[in-house]
């Protein structure tokens, strides 16, 4: 996969990405683990359109990677879990590992470089926990009548989770568990409602709105939100 170093100018500025070609019928843009934009372009659509659809979206891509980049940095010695403070207790050890006490977690670390890797962790930990537990899972399965044959997680960039159709698989971001319990089940109902409509149509929303009602604001919210400084 060669991918191609690209600038474009939207609204008086200039963002830098990189695009890669297949024969796909449809174009996506996201972030990869590096902190690049990356589109995937296609062979099919025509260059006019695929310009088109990088400026309709680079510039929310930006904030994602904006936001995205201060959710963990650790200069401030806290993060957000639930929607709650919690201060980061570093000291060096022989082993990577931590605890929480209350509002505190005690992280012991053998590098430095260790500091992000166990920050990670715990998010990976608490969304694991809060998909086992979570009953309302069951429930909005039960209720949109869908079948997922698997609701995974892991650290995402640029999105708060997924769903591939193909697989019928639901991936959600550690770091939802930032956010309240509230938030966490409207990204999931938001991606199982997808198994019934693929796409952001009116129809997906009236659905949405069955279950959230004030899910505007949340998308709001959660667009608005810097997690780190919260």
Not at 92 to 120: L, S
Request: glycine content about 2%.
């Amino acid at each position: 996969m060669e991918l191609i170093k690209q600038n474009i100018l939207v609204n008086g500025a200039t963002y830098e990405y990189f695009i890669y070609y297949k024969y796909k019928r449809s174009i996506f843009i996201s972030i990869n683990k590096k902190n690049q934009i990356i589109v995937r372009g296609s062979k099919l659509v025509s260059k006019d359109r695929t310009i088109e659809f990088i400026k309709k979206n680079i510039e929310k891509m930006y904030f994602h990677l904006k936001q995205r980049k201060s959710m963990i940095s650790i200069k401030y010695n806290f993060i957000t879990l639930f929607d709650q403070r919690c201060e980061l207790m570093f000291k060096i050890g022989k082993r990577n590992k931590y605890f929480k006490r209350k509002n505190n977690i005690h992280i012991t670390y053998t590098k430095e470089n260790k500091k992000i890797q166990i920050i990670k962790k715990i998010y990976n930990d608490e969304m694991r926990k809060n998909i086992k537990l979570n009953k309302n899972i069951k429930n909005f399965i039960s209720s949109l009548n869908v079948k997922p044959k698997e609701i995974a997680h892991k650290w995402l960039v640029g999105k708060w989770g997924y769903c591939t159709m193909r697989n019928k698989k639901i991936v959600l971001s550690d770091l939802l568990t930032c956010f309240n319990q509230e938030y966490i089940d409207y990204v999931i109902l938001h991606e199982l409602t997808h198994l019934l409509v693929f796409n952001h149509s009116k129809k997906f929303w009236d659905i949405v709105n069955i279950y959230f009602p004030n899910y505007k604001q949340i998308r709001k919210n959660m667009k608005n939100i810097n997690v780190e400084k919260k």
